[in-house]
């Protein structure tokens, strides 16, 4: 993903003002810098390793930067740059979620992966930050589309982006051995890998969100949703959704 120069200045700014804070870029924008989304994001997502007491963490204080009315998590920066910060400190992680002052709740239910398997990216010269895994993704999507169903529809068509391109046509991993014995054909087979990059790093509570997330996904009201969100191929065959979801699932062991 190439950053514009206001992105590029609004990161540089937080890894400077949190530099003795974890912070990691998530959502599409991370999802861009490993893969090549088929759709233009203009937000950045980020989440900040603290709890609720210390948050925002000196952003409030910072010039230029101002936090949107009635969403805590929402900040706009220096040149427009909308910037989404999600808290995910050791107390909130413990309890699964974001209890805001407003009363609104967010899950942050897989977010411990995202501090554990984040890789480092240069976003200028000089600056370094840490981003996300595309499986890592692939499960905070989820899990945030069964917080906000209604809300999600981006959510939905990055899940099935990834379903369709989580490895490339070239890819090593596509000819290994557990790949030729789960017989699966070539175009499945990002699904399946997807599912067992995930079923590694799962525990008990992300793996029921998981499997919420695949009987939500399957009712055919949503479904239909589903397929109108993924690649043009899924619109052209009726059963693509059902095959990659069905990968999926073989992958993730379910």
Same mark, same amino acid.
């Given at each position: ?12 700014? =937080? ?24 759709? &233009? #994001? @203009? ?15 000196? /952003? ?16 706009? %920066? $220096?040149?427009?740059? @909308?910037? &989404?910060? =999600? ?13 805001? $002052? ?5 899950? !942050?239910?897989?977010?411990?992966? *995202? ?12 600056? *370094? ?6 499986? !890592?993704?692939?499960? =905070? ?21 990834? /379903? ?19 017989? =699966? &054909? ?9 599912? @067992? ?17 695949? &009987?939500?996904?399957?009712? $055919?009201? #949503?479904? %239909?949703?589903?397929? @109108? ?21 073989? %992958?993730?062991?379910?």
């Amino acid at each position: 993903m190439s950053f514009t120069r206001a992105q590029q200045n609004a990161l540089a700014q =937080l890894a400077e003002l949190w530099s003795h804070h974890q912070f990691v870029l998530i959502g599409a924008s991370a999802l861009q810098v490993h893969l090549p989304l088929n759709r &233009d #994001t @203009r937000d950045l997502d980020v989440t900040l390793a603290v709890d609720l007491d210390a948050f925002p963490a000196g /952003l409030g204080d910072l010039a230029g930067w101002e936090q949107a009315p009635e969403r805590e998590h929402a900040w706009v %920066g $220096p040149g427009d740059v @909308r910037v &989404d910060v =999600l808290p995910a400190g050791p107390e909130i992680t413990a309890v699964g979620y974001v209890q805001w $002052p407003t009363g609104s709740r967010m899950s !942050v239910v897989g977010f411990r992966h *995202v501090f554990e398997h984040a890789t480092e990216i240069g976003v200028s010269d000089g600056v *370094v930050i840490r981003v996300a895994q595309p499986h !890592v993704i692939a499960l =905070l999507k989820m899990i945030a589309y069964l917080d906000r169903p209604a809300e999600r529809g981006r959510d939905l068509a990055d899940i099935a982006f990834l /379903l369709e391109a989580y490895v490339g046509d070239d890819d090593e991993r596509r000819w290994s051995d557990e790949v030729f014995g789960a017989q =699966l &054909d070539f175009e499945d087979v990002p699904s399946y890998l997807l599912g @067992r990059d995930l079923a590694h790093l799962l525990d008990s509570t992300e793996r029921a969100a998981v499997l919420r997330f695949l &009987d939500a996904v399957t009712e $055919p009201q #949503t479904m %239909g949703r589903f397929v @109108r969100e993924a690649p043009p191929s899924w619109q052209r065959h009726e059963d693509t959704s059902s095959k990659r979801l069905a990968a999926f699932r073989i %992958g993730l062991g379910a």
